[in-house]
Structures are given as structure tokens and as C-alpha cells.
């Protein structure tokens, strides 16, 4: 199943497999941490596992892919309305797929597969996006392999990182990044341990520790490693919070004080020495889903 916070302090799970016969469920329930109660929120419009859930900047949860059927389907709940609306339907079938909010307002879907008058889909796929406002999915590029249950993570810079998985009977040590505002895919490196089933966790300084999962002979693996797009940075540069408001009520501002909240020079150059598009250099992440926002500087 999934589970998405909602931006009322919420949890709505989503759809999943149940009973030993592993049948999809097209249930979906909410959680309320204030009341410690679950209640029934309306039914999807087919039954889904295996599928991938975001949070959209207007506070809608996207719900794409999954298993059999569903996997080239999509719908949106509206929390407010307790409502599901279809989207148009995507290119190819997407089982057990990661969807990831970019900067844009756009949801990057990895991977999607073809398939041919009922077979399974072939293991020859791409990336997906979708565009809320027009609730339309676009292919953007070939992906070298189709994959599941593998890691996206959003990097601080808005690029995704592709890593690990699982092809067919084989394991994935291969790293890709999709880059939005190319719209494709690029090799990165190869991971040390081929992995599948794996978490992905962007640390404080942008790199990404990958740990854990299933390897060789499907085997659990105790192991871990970093990505590091090696960009560096000098800690001269780096910004130095001295306050911010904490806690942070609901509906409220955020005020950070500090100094090297801009890049040194404030110009284009391009060089090291300056921020080539002179944005600040203090960013919020959310914990939850990885969703980054530039802080604005007062002039």
C-alpha cells in the first residue's frame, strides 16, 4: 500500500494486497493523529498494489500504477471532497513504480514498460510525466532498463537519481539521473553492490546513502553506500543559520536569520565563485516526501 501525509496532519493509505491470495484492494482509509481514529475514505476507481503515491503542491495525492490492470491507470484524491478524479492514462504499465514531485509542480514516474496484446510488458521502458494542470502523463525519454523496486531520489539541484533495482531475474548495480530540464536520462555510475528493495536517503550535505535491500541470490545485504555528485563546497561559503522560528505553526511564516544566504558574488559568471542564477542559497526540504522550496532573501 501507500502512505501519504496529508497537509492537515493526516494519513491516507491507499489500495494494497490482502487476504493469502494476494488480491488488490481498491480501499483507502485516513488516519487522524489527533483522534488516534481511522475512518473510510472513498473507493479508488480500480483496485491497486504494488503503486506509487505523491502529495501535489494543491494538497491533492496522486496515485499512479501497480500491479495487473492498474498499471496504466492514475487517479487523484481531493482530501477536501473525499473524491477521486481519473487521469488520462499513461503511456505503458508501471509495477511497482516511484513518483517524485519536482520543482516545476510536475510528478517524474520511473519506470513505465510496453506491452503487447496480453503479454507482460517488455523490459524495454521510459520515464514519465505528469502535469497536473492538464492531468496528462508524457513519455520524455528511453530508459536504458525498466525497473523495479528501486530508489528516486530528488537531489537538491531538482535532478532525480535513479539507482539499483530489479530486471526481470536479474539485480541492477546501474545509477541514472533524470535531469528536468533536459527532459532525459544520463548515466551516473555504477553502484559498488547490485541491490533491490533498498532505501535512498538524501543526507544534509546532498549526497545519498543507499543501504540495505536484497542482492546476489536474493539474498538480504547488510551493506551501504554513498552517491556523491562531487560538487564540493567551500565551507567559507556555506550559509550559517543563527535563528529561525521554531515551533512553526500551521498557516504560519518562516523567518530564518543568518549570514551567506546568497551566493559571494550575486552574479551570473558561472564560475565556482558564484551562484550562476543567483538564487539563495538556504533551502527547506521536507522530510516526508523530499519536496525542497528556495528560501527567499529579504533585499
Not at 49 to 58: E, M, Y
Not at 193 to 199: N, S
Request: proline share 7%; glycine share 12%.
Amino acid at each position: 500500500h501507500t502512505a501519504t501525509l496529508l497537509p492537515d496532519g493526516r494519513v491516507l493509505v491507499v489500495g494494497g494486497f490482502y487476504d493469502y491470495d494476494l488480491l488488490e484492494t481498491d480501499a483507502a482509509e485516513v488516519y487522524d493523529p489527533a483522534t488516534g481514529q481511522w475512518s473510510a475514505a472513498a473507493s479508488l476507481s480500480v483496485s491497486r498494489g504494488d503503486h506509487a503515491a505523491v502529495l501535489l503542491p494543491d494538497g491533492y495525492v496522486l496515485v499512479a500504477g501497480g500491479f495487473g490492470s492498474a498499471g496504466n491507470t492514475a487517479e487523484v484524491y481531493d482530501p477536501a471532497s473525499d473524491t477521486w478524479s481519473v487521469t488520462a492514462l499513461l503511456n505503458g504499465y508501471a509495477s511497482e513504480p516511484t513518483l517524485n514531485l519536482l520543482p516545476s509542480g510536475e510528478v517524474l514516474l520511473a519506470f513505465s514498460a510496453f506491452s503487447t496484446a496480453g503479454k507482460q510488458p517488455d523490459f524495454v521502458g521510459f520515464p514519465e510525466i505528469f502535469d497536473p494542470s492538464a492531468g496528462l502523463w508524457t513519455v520524455v525519454d528511453d530508459a536504458e532498463l525498466v525497473r523495479e523496486l528501486h530508489t528516486a531520489t530528488l537531489l537538491p539541484d531538482g535532478r532525480v537519481l535513479l539507482a539499483g533495482g530489479l530486471l526481470g531475474e536479474g539485480f541492477e548495480d546501474l545509477a541514472e539521473i533524470f535531469d528536468p530540464a533536459a527532459g532525459a536520462l544520463s548515466y551516473v555510475a555504477y553502484m559498488v553492490t547490485p541491490r533491490y528493495g533498498h532505501t535512498a536517503t538524501l543526507l544534509a550535505d546532498g549526497r545519498v546513502l543507499v543501504a540495505g535491500g536484497y542482492g546476489e541470490e536474493y539474498s538480504p545485504t547488510a551493506s551501504a553506500e554513498l552517491f556523491d555528485r562531487g560538487l564540493g563546497f567551500q565551507e567559507a561559503w556555506r550559509p550559517q543559520l543563527s535563528a529561525a522560528t521554531s515551533p512553526l505553526p500551521l498557516d504560519s511564516s518562516l523567518i530564518a536569520s543568518g549570514g551567506g544566504f546568497r551566493g559571494p558574488a550575486e552574479a551570473s559568471g558561472g564560475n565556482t565563485a558564484t551562484s550562476a542564477t543567483n538564487y539563495p542559497l538556504v533551502q527547506m526540504i521536507s522530510l516526508v516526501n523530499e519536496q525542497f522550496l528556495w528560501l527567499p532573501a529579504d533585499p
